[in-house]
């Protein structure tokens, strides 16, 4: 019922540093829930308003950024439907922050805890890290459960909380919190476990509405809810339980108030509770009344007729009894719970009335209700009357159940005889028990009253037959059938003790064999073993059962036959104690026996897909007069089936069935019909459903990532192997490895039927992580494994493919694509035309100074210190000729302290401070186009002695000239000192005027 406790954690007052993170807390225990909200000095707190604040459905307050504004003191206000409570006040106290802040490395200060819930509940983690700089909070799942964070039902509360809603069996795991101090590596982390049951809490599916009704009419609030173990269903009136009577029926999810009274006018409360919890949901009645009504009929007594007949009589209203249009007499049984009530109606020429279909024996209440145009009267006075026994014995024996606790009893139970079979009161039994080798039977008289009497000191592993008669004070009726039982081995004392057997007929051929093990028993159970057979008839089984199966149908039976049905739990060392009880079928009686119509079907059937392997049924049952027992069958079968063996048939008393063991993705089509005092109704309407596809077992296959543009990259996949796998929705998560290890995924979702992306706005000189994972509407699948690709900078870019973790970078391979190509293309196309130019100049400009230097040539007269010079640097030429190696590679002359070089030109032309220096280039016109690998000429050592008038010359053994090919040029004399050539040559020697000498070819140097 609706309670609340104490507060079990009560905020603490606390000290936070400016800019620092306080944190309150608080927890009690309610039914319903209690909604926790937070007050600052008594003032409802505005979280929603602020995002440094973050209240938690957990009752915890998380406050970041503290500031002066934030000092106060602080309360939880904790409230339900019917209560509210305030927990103690905490201060929060602002210390002034210090100048300096200094690196700290984080710290979890609320770390998640480990949770147990249940299905489709909602869970919070908190996480909550102090650091500085202030830490980045990340969420992940640890490595050993192979699975991602689900995010579609997972979201940030606050500045770091994880909250997990609509909790599903994958969502259990080890989830891993991480504090990380932006920009490094420091970081520290925190876990905790989160386990999900197998079990859903109620939900109601159906709510009760409220409803205005006339005094002396009729209410009916309905109120359905499923949860997993099935939830028990009970009313309440102003939060107080209900109890059946004769006005007020409960038919578990449903509440019948007949002939409304005024103090009906209340609040009426649906609740559904099971193992895991309870809800509520209310709803009101409010009764309408009217001052014409007449008073209620007064004087009411009841004289016994016989044993099946009452008359009843009473007097006229005394208020408006003259506007009286008839008279409604109710009675039922005085005894016993949820008795039904029956209403006749009569006219109003009459004040009393003979009721004739009573049982005898029986006590049965009675009021009277006068009727008006307007509306009813209140309720006449009660009275209880009897009716006579009918003087006849009973026409059917107990039925009894033999159970043993020991080798050496056997506890003997019976229920009581059915009210149309006992004709009459019973008064006393005659129990009688024999051992099946012996014929002496003994007997036992016990009590009317008495329904179990305990055997003791018999022999143990010994079979013993029991049967009892019941008498009225006419005399004994018939005897059961003798009904066997063997007593326990002596040496059986770790077996498993009997179960609580309870049998039931649903039909004429159908029983429901129901069990319960003792609470107290200490011994291992393995299972059930299940025996039945018909009387005189060999015995069938064993069925073997699992020890979580508490219920069996038996059906295919005969009608009007006695069954003996016997139940022993057992293990692995022997069996245990049995139970053993008898039960009838009764008579199949046909509609034409009865001469009655056969009862309606079931109506408004309602199904829904719960799992992909079951499907919840729902309907509701016809108006009946009468409140028998009615159980209902439950057909189903694949649609298009064409084996009928393979047609499933199910069995309940209740309005609704969660079918399970179903194929997945599979359309099914469910007809519901009932039974009901022997009769069956037909067929309801079909109804066809399908099951929820499986959830993807596997991860999408084939991830393939491939870099198009710079900062663009497609990654295409292919739906998770398997035929009935359903996708509805891809989930593509990559980051990159920086934001990897921080936890920052960057998520897209695309269609079923969608298999590729693009990955936009990538950052080049990054290597970003890939997977993906497929869905539906039952949930998600594993992520596939991570695909690595590596985004190289411009000047290299690259296009790579990696594979999970492998990361590879082939060498020598570019990716050239169609515009890297035409860029290249028109670039070589440049650079020919700009070398082919360059030629055409150098030939231009060689012939120019060919004539040019001929012309200089002819001049006769040189200035007398230029040809000292020149024979000072003589000597120094003709000891180095020997050793000089020609570069010819040297396309670039050395600029020396007394050389020009022409450098646009390009050529090898050297002018000294005495004009241009002449050399043959005859045969270094297209050196650049020739091999660089050319032999070393070697030069004879010469000597040079001048006189006015001589030429000297200097020749070369090894020339690769023409034999006999000799050049000369006139030169003034010295111009051997002047030489041309990289100071990097490898046939350069040093001259006498600490220049360059190089010799490029065999030349001859006149000296004039």
Known sequence: LIAISAFEVQPVSTEVQEGGIARFACKISSNPPAIITWELNRTTLPVTMDSRITALPTGVLQIYDVGPRDAGNYRCVAATVAHRRKSMEASLTVIPAKESKSFHTPTIIAGPQNITTSLHQTVVLECMATGSPRPII?????????????????????????????????????????????????????????????????????????????????????????????????????????????????????????????????????????????????????????????????????????????????????????????????????????????????????????????????????????????????????????????????????????????????????????????????????????????????????????????????????????????????????????????????????????????????????ISVKWQQDAEDTAAIQGYKLYYKEEGQQENGPILLDTSDLLYTLSGLDPRRKYHVRLLAYNSIEDGYQADQTVSTPGCVSVRDRMVPPPPPPHHLYAKANTSSSIFLHWRRPAFTTAQIVNYTIRCNPVGLQNASLVLYLQTSETHMLVQGLEPNTKYEFAVRLHVDQLSSPWSPVVYHSTLPEAPAGPPVGVKVTLIEDDTALVSWKPPDGPETVVTRYTILYASRKAWIAGEWQVLHREGAITMALLENLVAGNVYIVKISASNEVGEGPFSNSVELAVLPNCSTSRTEFSSRNTAFPEGYYHLDQKSMTGIAVGVGIALTCILICVLILIYRSKARKSSASKMAQNGTQPLSRTSASLAGGNEVGKNLEGAVENEDSLIPMKMPTSFIDAKGGTDLIINSYGPIIKNNSKKKWRFFQDSKKPQRRFTQSVCFYQPGTTVLISDEDSPSSPGQTTSFPRPFGVAADTEHSANSEGSHETGDSGRFSHESNDEIHLS
């Open 138 to 510: 990340s969420w992940s799942r640890l490595e050993i459960d192979h699975k991602s964070i689900d995010v579609f039902n997972t979201r940030v509360l606050g500045n770091g909380n994880l909250m997990i809603s609509d909790v599903k069996l994958q969502h259990a795991g080890i989830y891993v919190c991480r504090a990380t101090i932006p920009g490094t590596r420091n970081f520290t982390v925190a876990m905790a476990t989160l386990t999900v049951l197998e079990t859903a809490p109620p939900l109601f599916v159906e709510w009760p509405e409220s409803l205005t009704r006339p005094r002396a009419g009729t209410a009916r609030f309905v109120c359905q809810a499923e949860g997993i173990p099935s939830p028990k269903m009970s009313w309440l009136k102003n939060g107080r339980k209900i109890h059946s009577n004769g006005r007020i029926k409960m038919y578990n999810s449903k509440l019948v108030i007949n002939q409304i009274i005024p103090e009906d006018d209340a609040i009426y409360q649906c609740m559904a509770e099971n193992s895991q919890g309870s809800i509520l949901s209310r709803a009101r009645l409010t009764v309408v009344m009217s001052e014409d009504r007449p008073s209620a009929p007064y004087n009411v007594h009841a004289e016994t007729m016989s044993s099946s007949a009452i008359l009843l009589a009473w007097e006229r209203p005394l208020y408006n009894s003259d506007k009286v249009i008839a008279y409604s007499v109710h009675y039922m049984k005085a005894e016993g719970l949820n008795n039904e009530e029956y209403q006749v109606v009569i006219g109003n020429d009459t004040t009393h009335y003979i009721i004739d279909d009573l049982e005898p024996a029986s006590n049965y209440t009675f009021y009277i209700v006068a009727y008006m145009p307007m509306g009813a009267s209140q309720m006449s006075d009660h009275v209880t009357q009897n009716t006579l026994e009918d003087g006849l014995v009973p026409l059917r024996p107990p039925e009894i159940s033999l159970t043993s606790r020991s080798p050496t009893d056997i506890l003997i139970s019976w229920l009581p005889i059915p009210a149309k079979y006992r004709r009459g009161q019973v008064v006393l039994y005659h129990l009688s028990f024999r051992l099946s080798t012996e014929s002496s039977i003994q007997v036992l008289e016990l009590p009317g009253t008495t329904h179990e009497y305990l055997l003791k000191g018999l022999k143990p592993d010994s079979i013993y037959l029991v049967r009892i008669t019941a008498a009225t004070r006419v005399g004994l009726g018939e005897s059961s059938v003798w009904t066997s039982h063997r007593t326990p081995k002596a040496t059986s004392v770790q077996a498993p003790r009997s179960p609580e057997l309870h049998l039931e007929p649903l039909n004429c051929t159908t």
